[in-house]
Nanobody
Framework: QVTLLESGGGLVQAGGSLRLSCAAS????????MRWYRQAPGKQRELVAS???????NYADSVKGRFTISRDNAKNTVYLQMNSLKDEDTAVYYC???????????????WGQGTQVTVSS
């Protein structure tokens, strides 16, 4: 199994920046995608950013131009650089990975424990 450990959350003023890290350990073979989700109080969990195959990235419209997802394959770590933070970015941020299940195929999704990001105005 893959174990995901998020770090880097905290309290930041609006307009500030944070960098979240997610370190993967354990059985990390056949990684297809790494993603960042977030869930604000009373809201549904939403997909924030994805990196697919270590090459292509996707972002929610609400964070385009402000957030950057990247992956360091040597360290088995994915990052989310968050700039120009807004009050609306306050949420628990979760790291997630998708792997190909072997030998039968299909996808297996793992989740981290979450890290709190609070933006104060």
């Amino acid at each position: 199994q893959v174990t995901l450990l998020e770090s880097g959350g905290g309290l930041v003023q609006a307009g500030g920046s944070l960098r979240l890290s997610c370190a993967a350990s354990g059985s990390i073979g056949n990684l297809i995608a790494m993603r960042w989700y977030r869930q604000a109080p009373g809201k549904q969990r939403e997909l924030v950013a994805s990196i697919i195959g270590g090459e292509s990235t996707n972002y929610a419209d609400s964070v385009k131009g402000r957030f950057t997802i990247s992956r360091d394959n040597a360290k088995n770590t994915v990052y989310l650089q968050m700039n120009s933070l807004k009050d609306e970015d306050t949420a628990v941020y979760y790291c997630s990975t998708d792997q190909i299940r072997t030998p039968g195929g299909g996808l297996f999704r793992s989740w981290g424990q979450g890290t709190q990001v609070t933006v104060s105005s």
